[in-house]
């Protein structure tokens, strides 16, 4: 299971369960479907998901007469781009602007366009000058990059500015 994915549906399978036992995850009930005395059902909303880590899930009467043992349902951390959003080439108000991204592990400049396909796996959504909006099109999960800003102490502005002799600096 993949953090920050859409509701799923959770089928609880058993024996001897009844209709007023209910599905919990991390001690929170969840609306269960009874469908026979080996399986229960209940869909999952995303915020249950939306963060990585161990979900706890329980079957039992809202007495807690009678229960079931624990079952962990684990949460990873969904993949992601490896790509530096480094500049744009563009024009006001136009839907063509090319984005220029670099991958973390080497230093190619790839030029891409809205729509383009990264990866095999990420989609380009949006191309804007603060950010590069990419959609996972196996999860359908959006990955927004920040335009970088280079290592810091290399960029233009953190050099010092030459002195130039004029003929005004004279008094």
């Known amino acids: 299971m993949y953090a920050r994915t859409a509701d799923f549906k959770l ?3 058993g024996d001897k369960f009844t209709p007023e036992m209910r599905i919990f995850i991390d001690g929170r ?4 479907a ?6 229960l059902s209940t869909t999952v909303a995303a915020s249950f998901i939306a963060a990585p880590g161990a979900r706890q899930v329980m079957v ?11 079952m962990q349902i684990s949460v990873a951390d969904p993949p992601k781009p490896n790509y530096v959003y480094v500049g744009i080439i563009g024009r006001p108000n136009r839907v063509d602007d090319v984005a220029l991204i670099q991958e973390r592990n080497n230093k ?3 030029n891409v366009l809205r729509g383009d396909i990264l990866s095999g796996r990420f989609r380009v959504t949006s191309i804007s000058e603060k950010e590069l909006v990419l959609t996972d099109t196996t999860l359908k999960i959006k990955h927004t990059i920040g335009m970088s800003e280079g290592e810091k102490g290399t960029g233009p502005l953190s050099r ?9 600096d004279e008094p």
């Not at 009930?29 to 269960?32: C, G, M, N, S």
């Not at 009874?34 to 399986?39: A, C, E, M």
């Not at 010092?160 to 005004?168: K, N, Y």
């Open 11 to 13: 089928e609880v399978a």
């Open 29 to 32: 009930e969840l609306p269960t």
């Open 34 to 39: 009874y469908k026979n005395p080996q399986q």
């Open 60 to 70: 039992r009467t809202p007495d807690s007469r009678l229960y079931s043992n624990s």
């Open 108 to 110: 190619n400049i790839i």
């Open 160 to 168: 010092p500015t030459p002195r130039v002799d004029s003929e005004d």
